[in-house]
């Protein structure tokens, strides 16, 4: 069983800088596939970022350029670090992770983002 737990969510301004961390507990974390997604209020949830085992990424459109995944597998935490934030990035923002053919979520953390 793995469980993921995300910190860094909040509130910040147009224009601002956030990083999010998801600590992920269990051995086999330097093989999982580790990703960011997202919800936003009346939508579907979305995928924002992925990194794989070796550390290639892939990123939507919307944020590319933007946002950064990145993992420690020392520390078996994933990061996101996002820039440029806009209003329509505001949603709650899950982790997730892929390992042994099994998947799981985290519980979410809330990005909103407003002047």
């Known amino acids: 069983q793995v469980q993921l737990v995300e910190s860094g969510g909040g509130l910040v301004q147009p224009g601002g800088s956030l990083r999010l961390s998801c600590a992920a507990s269990?051995?086999?974390?330097?093989?999982?596939?580790m990703g960011w997604y997202r919800q936003a209020p009346g939508k579907q949830r979305e995928l924002v970022a992925v990194?794989?085992?070796?550390?290639?990424?892939n990123y939507a459109d919307s944020v590319k350029g933007r946002f950064t995944i990145s993992r420690d597998n020392a520390k078996n935490t994933v990061y996101l670090q996002m820039s440029s934030l806009k209003p329509e990035d505001t949603a709650v923002y899950y982790c997730?992770?892929?390992?042994?053919?099994?998947?799981?979520w985290g519980q979410g953390t809330q990005v909103t983002v407003s002047s």
């Open positions: 997730y992770s892929m390992a042994l053919l099994r998947s799981y």
């Open positions: 990194i794989m085992s070796d550390s290639s990424t």
């Open positions: 269990g051995s086999s974390f330097s093989s999982a596939i």
